[in-house]
């Protein structure tokens, strides 16, 4: 076994994490072009296919890096609903047509994608959506509200979860779930020449309500998304018909090792802070360091750093093998979601008053931290993935 970094590999990890600096930089509003321009949204696409090819341990330590220096939280969740969440899958369950039509510019973000899977009635439980994805002459046509859509209005193409409606007269049955891509903008429809791909043309009537405010992670521009008879063609489907399940599965095993591998750089970075905060601040003629207490909580913030790096690189280094990988991505996205809020907690008050601030910018770590347990499965129904692994 072997925990060391090589020297292509640290390269990444510095190359991330100066265009996170430089993201970090940016407007608001120009970080996800800023990423997508240095190559941070194709990282493990294959390279005939206009990615990197990087291993997913890379790509990890990528996210990592540019955790360590771009704070928009937001940002990074998107990039990630993207890349892990529906350009990964893309990538495993495709048709090479699907895979060539969308990757390449999936890879250079000039096609943005997210998911579109919860619904009012369906969060924790997606084999409850009510959507419908009926079959028609043309493909399917899929109706439906999701909700708490990460990206939602700025996205090109969203991996919807539905309901199979079954067919016209009852001549195809229904069967279970389908998942489909479906483009925001179809022919004819403003933004119709940047999402089409030529592919799963559309009749699209995708409605994008405006951005919640979302205590946390507001970079990532949370809203509804409606789908109101949304024709799309057979070359929509992802996955075989009814399957759409194990599909979803496969997309949140994705996301869920990689998502937060981010918050390992920005835990890494507060550690750094904080370790200086505590030696620097005097009371009462001695830093406030020399208090056990003190010092203890720093000391558990690097523990609970250390056993998230160890988790998601696991998680990761499992599916570059080629493994299933859902208890091991489950494990990871679980322990560095709640460590996280831990960590921020102890990191504020650290800090005293100070830390109670806005201007620290520690209460708004501890939103988006929380954030980070809700999203991809809360830390409850990671908690059930793993206990189900264990035969519970
Ligand atoms: C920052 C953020 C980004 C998001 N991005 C997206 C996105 O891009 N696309 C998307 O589709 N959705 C997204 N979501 C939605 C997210 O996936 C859901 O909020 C989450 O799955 C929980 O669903 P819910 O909100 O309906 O809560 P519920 O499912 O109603 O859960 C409420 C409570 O009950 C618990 N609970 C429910 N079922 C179980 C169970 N079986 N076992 C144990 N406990 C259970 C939950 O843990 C929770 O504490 C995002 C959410 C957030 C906060």
Do not use: N
């Amino acid at each position: 076994m072997d925990f060391g970094w090589t020297p292509a590999q640290r390269a990444v990890y510095d190359r991330m994490r100066a265009l996170g600096a430089e993201a970090d930089a940016a407007a608001p509003d120009d970080r996800m072009r800023v990423l997508a321009r240095g190559g941070a949204l194709g990282l493990p696409i294959a390279r005939e296919l206009g990615g990197e090819g990087l291993d997913l341990v890379t790509t990890a330590l990528a996210y990592e890096g540019l955790g360590a220096t771009l704070r928009d939280g937001g940002v990074l969740l998107a990039a990630g609903a993207h890349l892990f969440g529906v350009a990964l899958l893309l990538a495993r369950v495709g048709t090479p047509a699907q895979q060539r039509a969308w990757l390449p510019r999936m890879a250079t973000g000039d096609c943005m994608a997210t998911v579109a899977a919860t619904e009012a009635g369906a969060g924790s439980d997606v084999a409850s959506v009510e959507a419908r994805a009926d079959r028609t002459a043309a493909g399917y046509s899929l109706t439906g509200e999701k909700r708490y859509v990460t990206w939602a209005d700025r996205a090109d193409v969203y991996f919807a979860v539905a309901r199979d409606g079954g067919g016209d007269a009852g001549k195809a049955p229904a069967r279970g779930l389908t998942a489909l891509l479906v483009p925001r903008a179809s022919a004819g429809e403003p933004g119709a020449a940047r999402a089409g791909a030529g592919t799963a043309a559309s009749a699209a009537r995708v409605r994008v309500g405006a951005p919640l405010a979302t205590a946390g992670l507001r970079g990532a521009r949370l809203a509804p998304v409606s789908f109101c008879g949304c024709e799309v063609g057979p070359d929509a489907l992802l996955g075989r018909a009814g399957a759409g399940l194990a599909v979803f599965q496969i997309a949140m095993t994705y996301e869920r090792a990689l998502i937060l591998a981010f918050r390992l750089g920005a835990m890494e970075r507060a550690l750094g802070e904080a370790v200086r905060f505590v030696r620097e601040r005097e009371i009462g003629g001695q830093a406030i360091a020399r208090h056990q207490a003190v010092a203890h909580r720093v000391a558990q913030m690097k523990l609970r750093l250390e056993t998230s790096r160890l988790l998601v690189y696991r998680a990761a280094w499992e599916l570059d093998r080629g493994q299933r990988g859902q208890a091991e991505a489950a494990l990871a996205k679980w322990h560095v979601a709640d460590s996280a809020v831990l960590f921020a907690l102890d990191d504020l008050r650290l800090r005293g008053g100070a830390g109670y601030l806005e201007e620290s910018g520690l209460p708004s770590a501890v939103d988006d931290a929380l954030g980070g347990s809700i999203h991809s499965g809360t830390s409850d129904v990671l908690a059930t993935v793993v206990a189900r692994w264990l035969g519970l």
